[in-house]
């Protein structure tokens, strides 16, 4: 069983930045492969970033890339979203997931994950 928190989330104005953390609580992380999801009102669950276990490669939604990075420290349990440049339609819960296994592969779908935190608001002001 993998526990992960979210935090950092809040309400900054467009061009603003924000960096999210998730904390697991797991020694597995470090064999997890991890996600960011975010979910706006009455929308779907959408992709935003994922790392692969190793932290050696990453995938972005192309509505965020150049402007987000995802990070991992598998040494303290820890997955970050580095968020800049931050627009209205950014506003959403973010959440945090994990998928454990050996391979050394991101995935990008919500069906992809095993785990999930609670999630984190993040309100874009224009």
């Known amino acids: 069983q993998v526990q992960l928190v979210e935090s950092g989330g809040g309400l900054v104005q467009a061009g603003g930045s924000l960096r999210l953390s998730c904390t697991a609580s797991?020694?597995?992380?470090?064999?997890?492969?991890m996600g960011w999801f975010r979910q706006a009102p009455g929308k779907d669950r959408e992709f935003v970033a994922a790392?692969?276990?190793?932290?050696?490669?990453?995938l972005y939604n192309d509505s965020v890339k150049g402007r987000f990075t995802i990070s991992r420290n598998n040494a303290k349990n820890t997955l970050s979203l580095e968020m800049n440049s931050l627009k209205p339609e950014d506003t959403a819960v973010y959440y945090c997931?994990?998928?454990?296994?050996?391979?050394?592969?991101?995935?990008?779908?919500?069906?992809?994950?095993?785990?999930w935190g609670q999630g984190t608001q993040v309100t874009v002001s224009s």
């Open positions: 997931a994990a998928r454990q296994g050996y391979s050394d592969l991101y995935y990008s779908t919500k069906y992809d994950y095993d785990y």
């Open positions: 790392v692969t276990r190793t932290g050696g490669r990453t």
């Open positions: 797991a020694r597995t992380f470090s064999q997890s492969a």
